[in-house]
């Protein structure tokens, strides 16, 4: 799946600036701190139109998640999803709420419920509540 955050605003950074910053993010509870900083940015200018500063995070959180604890992805993918459907790119929003969920087994038999589930399959149903013909999935 591409994840073209560049086209959402987000400046390319030079090479030895990128590496520089991605070099940083080797702690344990990096990428919380970092979902966390893209979740409030997502909530206070995004929405509002505004949305440089939360594709910046939402990108530096996936370049966490890939390099250090791929395992823990989820939430950061379930806040991606949000950014992107509240910029009206519904598809992507889905792609990327439909890998959380397989990935957190949602349809398999006695998976574990968890608060990354209950949040991906709330923000999926919402999402979803909006299309008329979808709505019916959605319930």
């Known amino acids: 799946m591409?994840?073209?955050?560049?086209?959402?605003?987000?400046?390319n950074l030079d090479e030895v600036d990128e590496e520089r910053l991605f070099?940083?993010?080797n702690?344990?509870?990096v990428g919380k701190a970092v979902t966390n900083l893209a979740e409030?940015?997502?909530m206070?200018?995004?929405?509002?139109?505004?949305?440089?500063?939360?594709?910046?995070?939402?990108?530096?959180?996936?370049?966490?998640?890939?390099?250090?604890?791929?395992?823990?992805?989820?939430?950061?993918?379930?806040?991606?999803?949000?950014f992107y459907a509240t910029r009206d790119k519904r598809m992507m929003a889905e792609g990327l709420y439909r890998q959380v969920l397989d990935k957190l087994g949602h349809d398999k038999q006695g998976s574990a419920l968890n608060y990354n589930l209950v949040m991906?399959?709330?923000?999926?149903?919402?999402?979803?509540?909006?299309f008329e013909k979808r709505q019916s999935e959605a319930q």
């Open 2 to 11: 591409e994840l073209d955050l560049e086209a959402e605003g987000v400046d």
């Open 23 to 25: 070099g940083t993010l």
């Open 27 to 29: 702690g344990d509870n």
């Open 40 to 42: 409030y940015l997502l």
């Open 44 to 82: 206070t200018q995004a929405m509002k139109g505004e949305i440089r500063n939360a594709a910046f995070w939402f990108r530096l959180g996936l370049k966490y998640y890939e390099r250090c604890k791929p395992e823990q992805i989820d939430r950061h993918l379930i806040m991606l999803a949000l």
């Open 120 to 130: 991906a399959l709330n923000f999926y149903g919402r999402m979803l509540m909006s």
